[in-house]
């Protein structure tokens, strides 16, 4: 046995290496502990890395898009609903048309991987899933669109569909073949403004709820009639009614002043303003000369003779107010003195109406001097058509209120007022009348009578016309070198009427019916 000192004592040898085993024995103890230890937390957070793997990404709570709610879904779910609100079409609406195109059609695609990309290092965290602690952040987070507009496109696409479905330019109203009618004329449409129009499809294609697009149009009203159309028809009847005598009309718009004056014999075009016997038309001229030389209050003699000579078509008021405030020997040519200051140098008169008065002066015209076309007119008074219906122009702007289109200072608006209503007094249901609905008034002369060889070969009527659809003067003037029939005359000059009427109010058109 041998002994070895130990802290200051003597141990024997084998005592002295079993103590030093015992404390060996402890740290290998410990120092498995220890791996033990480590190795289960290695485990355990591989296990817990593995978990937090398998959790669904989430979208943080209170997270939208636009007013798309996306908060606690995971982003497969998110980028679905996301796709889907805007896959919506966007809807246009075109007055009462309604069309649909879908985002791509507009040059409109999303990406919702990338808008959903900006939740990026947001969401549950490692270590706090770890500890039982899962992160979702409670403040309110609104993305902001990914997407991606192909300008280009949607403008050409907008362009065509409007340019080529859905404007349209105005019509006027277009004559009926065979009829005395029109088809109405149709407003226009067009797109207010293109470019205000795309930035409302770019509003709609973001918005996942507003996706309806209310189209700002523009409306044009339908055309006016065009007159060159209006001519061809108002030919085309002189023809249907197998008219080969001479007819001459003149139409004035009394709103715009344009003028439509032709004149055809035998169907063929002749330069208008052929003198004609004015006949009973000459009474106009002898009102408006009377009206200048009368003062108010009027003598009730007078107001009684106009009346008389317009409203009955009689001859000896007519001399009566010639011969009483004009001039007893000459009141004939002072009528045409009157005419000639207001610049008519066809139009005149140069005798009385009492059979067997004495013709007061030779008056030759320009028109009369023709001899194209030369119908042997009355040499006591003749008239041209543009003449007849430009007086009647002039009293109609008077009674207006245009004083100055009348002698200024010695006819009045009231008094062209009452010459208007003297016209429409003059009732006969004939002519340019008969072609008229209810609904219109016409103011009128009509004249004819019997010539040298005791048949009437001119008929003559010169109106103004009020109308729903806008006023006008209407003078028609026919010649044959036959007697002139009446039926025939009538049916001829009620279309031509009734023509000029549809024409202004194509809404409201007058029937033709066979009398």
């Not at 079993?18 to 220890?34: E, H, T």
């Not at 949607?154 to 009618?181: G, H, K, M």
Request: aromatic letters at 10%; one cysteine or more.
């Amino acid at each position: 046995m041998f002994l070895v000192p130990c802290n200051g004592k003597i141990v024997s040898m084998k005592r002295y290496r079993s103590s030093r085993r015992k404390k060996s024995n402890w740290r290998w103890l410990i120092l498995s502990l220890g791996l033990a230890i480590l190795l289960a937390s290695l485990v355990i957070g591989l296990k817990a890395w593995i978990d937090f793997k398998a959790l669904p990404n989430l979208v943080p709570t209170y997270t939208s898009l636009n007013g798309i709610p996306l908060g606690g879904l995971n982003h497969e779910e998110a980028a679905q609903r996301i796709n889907s609100a805007y896959s919506l079409p966007v809807e246009l609406r075109y007055n009462q048309a309604r069309m649909q195109f879908t985002p791509a059609e507009l040059g409109f695609t999303i990406d919702a991987e990338a808008t959903l990309a900006q939740l990026e290092n947001q969401g549950n965290k490692f270590w706090s899933t770890l500890w039982g602690k899962t992160q979702v952040p409670e403040i309110a987070r609104e993305l902001d669109l990914v997407y991606s507009l192909d300008e280009i496109k949607l403008n050409q696409l907008l362009d065509q569909v409007f340019s080529l479905r859905y404007d349209q330019p105005p019509s006027a109203p277009i004559p009926v073949l065979y009829s005395t009618n029109f088809t109405s004329g149709q407003p226009g449409y067009q797109v207010f403004s293109l470019t205000q129009t795309i930035e409302q499809v770019k509003n709609a294609l973001l918005s996942p709820s507003e996706r309806v697009v209310e189209v700002g149009v523009s409306e044009q009203p339908a055309l006016p009639l065009d007159w060159r159309n209006l001519e061809v028809m108002l030919k085309q009847i002189i023809l249907l009614e197998k008219f080969d005598g001479l007819a001459e009309i003149y139409l004035q718009d009394l709103q715009s002043g344009q003028i439509m004056h032709f004149a055809l014999q035998d169907n063929q075009d002749v330069t208008a303003d052929v003198a004609y016997s004015a006949a009973s038309t000459i009474k106009i001229p002898i009102m408006v000369s009377t009206m200048k030389r009368i003062e108010d209050p009027h003598p009730n003699q007078a107001l009684n003779w106009m009346q008389q000579m317009i409203t009955e078509s009689l001859n000896p008021p007519a001399d009566g107010l010639m011969k009483a405030y004009m001039d007893n020997d000459r009141g004939p040519l002072i009528v045409t003195d009157d005419l000639r200051e207001l610049g008519y140098e066809n139009t005149f008169l140069a005798g009385y109406f009492e059979p067997g008065s004495p013709l007061l002066e030779q008056i030759n015209t320009p028109a009369n001097s023709r001899r194209d076309v030369y119908l042997d007119p009355d040499f006591y008074n003749q008239t041209v058509p543009s003449e007849a219906g430009d007086l009647l122009a002039r009293i109609y702007h008077c009674a207006a209120g245009d004083e100055q289109q009348l002698f200024p200072g010695q006819v009045t608006a009231s008094e062209c007022v009452l010459m208007l209503e003297y016209l429409k007094g003059n009732k006969i249901l004939a002519l340019l009348e008969a072609g008229l609905p209810p609904e219109a008034t016409i103011a009128h002369k009509h004249g004819w009578t019997n010539e040298m060889d005791g048949l009437i070969h001119t008929m003559s009527d010169s109106a103004v016309v009020f109308t729903p659809g806008g006023d006008y003067v209407l003078v028609v003037f026919a010649h044959t070198q036959d007697q002139f029939l009446y039926d025939p005359a009538n049916n001829l000059f009620a279309r031509l009427s009734q023509s000029i009427y549809n024409a202004y109010n194509p809404n409201n058109q007058a029937a033709w019916y066979e009398n």
